[in-house]
Structure formats: C-alpha cells, structure tokens
C-alpha cells in the first residue's frame, strides 16, 4: 500500500466522454465494497455494482461540469444519498453522501471503479471491495461468488 506522502492517482470517465474526473488518494477509501440493495439495482439498472467512498478532496471533475445532472430520492434522509449522472449518455458517474457519515461531519463521494482507466483498479489496494452489501437482496447467485469478502 502506497504511503501517504505518495498518492495515487486514477482518471475516469463517463459512457460517452463528456464527464472526466481524476482520483487522488492518499489513503484507503473509507467504505468499499459490492451493493447488492434493490435501490442500487434500479439507479444502475444492474444487479450488483462496485463502489468505493472517499474524501471529496480526493476528486476532480475534470471535464463536464455542466455535464451533471443529480437525482436524490429522499431528500430526509440523512446522510443525503445524491446520485450524478451525465446528462448526454445516463452513465453514473458518481455519489455525494452528506453532509454525514458515521456521525461525522464530512463530505464523501462513492466512485465506481468500473468507469477508471486502469482496468484494474477496481483491485487496487485503496480501492478493493470490502464486503458485499445488502447480500439478502441479492438477484445474482452469490453461492458462486468465492471471493470471502463478508456479507452483510
Ligand atoms: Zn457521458
Ligand atoms: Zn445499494
């Protein structure tokens, strides 16, 4: 795992190109994992997706500012789940939790690692999923998910 003094950085880009953003991590992202909630099926039309929480310091929206559009379901509900989306292609770019996350006064954005560059990332230490989340509404068959992470 990288030290802090040596960041690494991970650029992504939405479905059609018009959204770009660039990561900068210092440290592990907060919260990672696999969702398996129906919520999140239905905002990404797909049985289960990856994500990973990290300080909003640590992303760059590069290109497509006005690209983004943003959809929140219950406004009071706390923390604030904002969905962003891009407005020319529908791809999910990103998440904003707040103005809380476990109590704390911050401000979070999940990112999904199937839209960085690197390929690989989704793996990468800073980024690699943790658990698998809200297993019990889960439509893929996860008796023949072996990868050990816990299940909640
Ligand atoms: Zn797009
Ligand atoms: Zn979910």
Known sequence: MAAP????????????????FT??????ATFSG??????CQRAHASPMYQFAYIDASAFTLLAGQDSVKSYVRDETKAPELRRW???HCGSRVYNTLLP??????????????????????????????????????ATV???????????R
């Open 141 to 151: 068959p996860l008796e023949c998910v072996h990868d050990r992470l816990p299940r």
């Open 100 to 137: 809380t996350l476990e109590g704390k006064v911050r401000s979070h954005i999940g990112v999904f690692p199937s839209l960085l560059t690197d390929r690989t990332a989704g793996q990468h230490a800073l980024l690699k999923p943790r658990y698998h989340l809200h297993s019990k509404e």
């Open 5 to 20: 003094s040596e960041p690494v950085e991970f650029s992504g880009h939405c479905y059609c190109g018009a959204v770009q």
């Open 23 to 28: 990561l900068i991590l210092h440290a592990p």
């Open 34 to 39: 696999f969702c398996h909630c129906e919520d």
């Open 85 to 87: 989306f891009c407005t």
